[in-house]
């Protein structure tokens, strides 16, 4: 599971942190995801639930920041993609070339 491996990469990231400024307890974790990068958000708090349960940062609160690609269509048309299945309003083309909403990055963590 894609989620699984994310979530594990994810409380990596915290445990060096830990190792690095010396806190105990990581409280909240704050993220940024694409809509390409695919990740389902109720897998991700679900995986990192299971994986922190009984450890220091059992309970850690997870805030995700949804970004959404830029597509510009050969019309000259721009806009947001909001789903993976997209068209152009203004000519109906499905091959507008899409342009960042590929992130997946922390942007904050809440440490005690
Ligand atoms: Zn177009």
Redesign the pocket.
């Known amino acids: 599971m894609h989620e699984l491996s994310i979530a594990e990469n994810l409380l990596e990231l915290v445990d060096k942190y830990r190792a690095e400024k010396g806190f105990t307890r990581c409280s909240s974790i704050r993220l940024r995801i694409g809509l390409l990068a695919a990740v389902d958000e109720e897998a991700l708090r679900f995986a990192v639930e299971a994986l922190t349960e009984g450890g220091p940062d059992a309970g850690v609160s997870l805030e995700v920041e949804r970004t959404f690609p830029l597509a510009r269509?050969?019309?000259g048309?721009s806009f947001e993609v909001q789903d993976l299945i997209y068209l152009?309003e203004?000519?109906?083309?499905t091959s507008?070339r899409l342009s960042g909403g590929d992130e997946l990055d922390i942007l904050h963590l809440e440490v005690d």
């Open positions: 269509c050969s019309c048309n152009c203004r000519c109906g083309s507008a």
